[in-house]
C-alpha cells in the first residue's frame, strides 16, 4: 500500500499515544479514519484535533470496549454505516492496557482484564473486520504486540498477563502471513513490537481498571522494588503508592520514542509492506539481545545490560 489517500482505516485505543498519533496521521494522509477507546474524553481529545486540522477527511469515534464482542460488532456496524462503506482496507489493532503483572499476587480479575483487552480485543476485532478487510482491493491488518512479546519480563518485574497476551498477538499476526498469501493474497499483515513509548498506557490502566491496590499488593510492590535495587526500605506504604504514580507519569514523560515517533515508524513500515516492525532503538537492542542468546534472556535488563544474580 503505497499510499493512504481515500483509504478507510480502523484503529482502536484511539484516545491517547500511539493510537492518536495514527489517526492524526493517516487523516494528514487523507485516510478516512473510525477510531474506538474506552474513555470517552480521550477519545473526544482526539476527535477535535483531527476533525480541526483535517477537515476534508471523515473521522468517525466509538466507544467500545474491545475485549468485550458485542461491544466490537456493534463499533463494526456502525463504522460501515457512518463511512458509508463496504470495504474497510487497514485494521490498527492498538488498543491495550497493563495490569495482572503477577499470576501469583494479582487478582484473576486484573489478570484477566489485562489479557482479553491485549489478546481477544486484537481477536474480536480481526474476526468482525476480516470479511470487509478481505472485501477491499487492498488491505492490511497490523496487530500491536511489543517487546514483551518476545521478552516476557520488565528486567526483573513481574509481567505475565501482558506478556502471555503480547505473546498470542504476535503468534497470531505470524501465523496469518501463509493464511493470507494463501487464502487473501491481497491483504497484508503486521506485527508491531514496540520498545518504550511515550504512551499513557499506565495512567490509563489505572482508569480502566478502577485499580485500588491492597496493602498486601502495595507490599509486594514495594519488595520487587527492593529487589530490583531500588532504596525503598524505610518507604510508608502510602509514600510506595505515590512513587508507582509518578512512575506511571514518568513511564511517558521520560521515553525514548514518542507517540509521534513510533506511528510514523509503523505507517512507513506499512507503506513498505514490512511484517515485522520493531518501533525504537531499545526495542531492536533487546530483541538482539534476546536472539543471540535466548538462555540468558531473563538475566539481562530492558536495555540489555546483564542482571546480577541477586536479583533472580
Known sequence: MEDFKNKIAVVTGGGTGMGREL?????????????????????????????????????????CDVSNEEDVI??????????????????????????????????????????AVCWYGVYYCSRAFMPYIIASDEAHIINTSSINGFWASLGGTPHTSYSAAKFAVKGFSEALIDDFRVNAPHVGVSVVMPGHIGTSIAINTGKILEIERSDEEIETSKQNMIKMGLPVHN?????????????????????????????????????????????????KALDQYVRNDPEEAYNISFHGERRGENIL
Open 23 to 63: 489517526v492524526l496521521q493517516l487523516a494528514n494522509d487523507g485516510c478516512h479514519v473510525s477510531m474506538c477507546d474506552i474513555i470517552e474524553e480521550n477519545m473526544q481529545e482526539t476527535f477535535d484535533m483531527v476533525t480541526k486540522q483535517f477537515p476534508d477527511v471523515k473521522i468517525t469515534k466509538h466507544v
Open 235 to 283: 518507604f510508608s506504604l502510602d509514600q510506595i503508592r505515590e512513587a508507582m504514580k509518578e512512575n506511571a507519569e514518568a513511564f511517558a514523560k521520560n521515553a525514548p520514542t514518542s507517540s509521534a515517533e513510533a506511528s510514523k515508524i509503523i505507517l512507513d513500515a506499512v507503506k513498505q509492506k514490512k511484517w515485522r516492525i520493531l518501533v525504537g532503538d531499545d526495542a
Open 74 to 115: 456493534r463499533f463494526r456496524d456502525e463504522v460501515l454505516t457512518q463511512q458509508q462503506t463496504d470495504h474497510v482496507n487497514l485494521l490498527f489493532n492498538n488498543a491495550g492496557i497493563g495490569g495482572g503483572g503477577s499470576f501469583i499476587h494479582s487478582s484473576r480479575e486484573e489478570w484477566e482484564r489485562c489479557f
